[in-house]
């Protein structure tokens, strides 16, 4: 390796399941024969953290000065970078960036990064996010950086994507739910969508990529996979903005 391994800071618990599911591909995609091999992660666990979507529409507390208090404990407690496996908690970066010093690893530009690698041709990418995550624009302005048009689901889609999303944090990972899940992809490829990005950190587990007849990128899969090449040194630390 040609930098020494770095501790990954985790904002997690928004929501537990998708915490873990990150943490176990950060494992997974660690190369390690011993536990010393692994790489060091420390995580706040916090699923008290106000709700991200109530407080984008305008109905909730701002969640912004736990994030930021959380990232600053991580800071303290010798994290090198920081990541959190919740789409929807990076509308409220600022707060976390002002309480810190250490890189934050943005699930949205490493997913549109994703895409341009998975799917190269695709000019018009389809979201599988919340509404929250929507309405604030945060991967709109991602994929048009890149240069890729944004396929959104209409109202009703989102209205039905938000209740899976709800089911599945209730624990409910049936069949059932993973199929309209599905289609609900299908009809933004329907759409000409070249590409799914799942983002939202609930939808992998129970989409897996070969779901929908385009690629479907993981946001938690591209997370933990720059994760596990920054915490094991494979790949630098980005420059603080």
């Known amino acids: 390796m040609g930098n020494a391994q770095k501790t990954a800071g985790v904002l997690g618990g928004m929501g537990p399941e998708a915490t873990v599911d990150f943490m176990a591909k950060v494992i997974a995609l660690t190369d390690a024969e011993r536990d010393q091999d692994h790489v060091r992660m420390l995580v706040d666990h916090n699923p008290h953290v106000p709700n991200r979507q109530d407080a984008i529409l305008g109905d909730g507390e701002d969640p912004g000065p736990a994030l930021a208090a959380m990232a600053a404990g991580l800071q ?27 890189p934050l690893i943005s699930i949205i530009g490493v997913s549109v990064a994703a895409v341009q690698d998975s799917a190269p041709h695709a000019d018009r990418v ?9 309405q604030s624009g945060i991967y709109q302005a991602g994929l048009e950086a890149a240069g890729l048009a944004a396929e959104l689901p209409t109202a009703d889609e989102l209205g039905e994507l938000m209740s899976l999303v709800r089911a599945i944090k209730a624990g409910r990972h049936s069949d059932e739910t ?5 289609g609900l992809g299908e009809a933004l490829v329907s759409r000409g969508a070249g590409a799914i990005i799942a983002g939202c950190t609930e939808i992998p587990l129970v989409l897996g990529e070969d779901a929908v007849s385009v690629p479907l990128i993981s946001s938690t899969d591209a997370l ?3 994760t596990a090449k920054l915490a094991t040194g494979a790949i630098p630390l980005p420059a603080c903005l």
Do not use: K, S
């Open 178 to 182: 993973a199929r309209a899940m599905a």
């Open 76 to 102: 303290a407690g010798g994290a090198d970078f920081l990541v959190i496996p919740c789409n929807t908690a990076y509308v409220f970066e600022d707060a976390i960036l002002a309480a810190t010093h250490i």
């Open 224 to 226: 933990a996979e720059i």
């Open 126 to 134: 389809g979201l599988l996010a919340t509404d929250g995550c929507l």
